[in-house]
């Protein structure tokens, strides 16, 4: 199973983007799909998490400004509104579900894409 995200650049204060990941392999079924990011000298933290069944759960501090979907082609988005110097980081796809004939559980992570916003 892999996951590829898209989507980063730079943009300015105020401004928008969206992220995609999209989930590859012989995937049976994902259970959730989440965004973080891991800012320079921080921890990596949850952004945004969105279920099987599109329950969401966001950061405090994106509420009102992001939003995570996903479609039925194992694709994950996040609309970023409203962009803040704060927003500054790489962000990074995780996906949770099983796998092959065996039912095999994953839990993967994509690659990182970078988001800057400049003030």
């Known amino acids: 199973v892999l996951l590829q995200a898209s989507g980063g650049g730079l943009v300015q204060a105020g401004g928008f983007l969206r992220l995609s990941c999209a989930a590859s392999?012989?995937?049976?079924?994902?259970?959730?799909m989440g965004w973080y990011r891991q800012a320079p000298g921080k921890e990596r933290e949850l952004v945004a998490v969105?279920?099987?069944?599109?329950?969401t759960n966001y950061a405090d501090s994106v509420k009102g400004r992001f939003t995570i979907s996903r479609d039925n082609t194992n694709t994950v988005y996040l609309q970023m509104n409203s962009l803040a110097p704060a927003d500054t980081a790489v962000y990074y796809c995780?996906?949770?579900?099983?796998?092959?004939?065996?039912?095999?559980?994953?839990?993967?992570w994509g690659q990182g894409t970078l988001v800057t916003v400049s003030s």
């Open positions: 969105i279920t099987s069944g599109g329950r």
């Open positions: 392999g012989s995937i049976f079924s994902i259970n959730n």
């Open positions: 995780n996906a949770d579900g099983v796998y092959g004939l065996a039912s095999i559980p994953f839990d993967r």
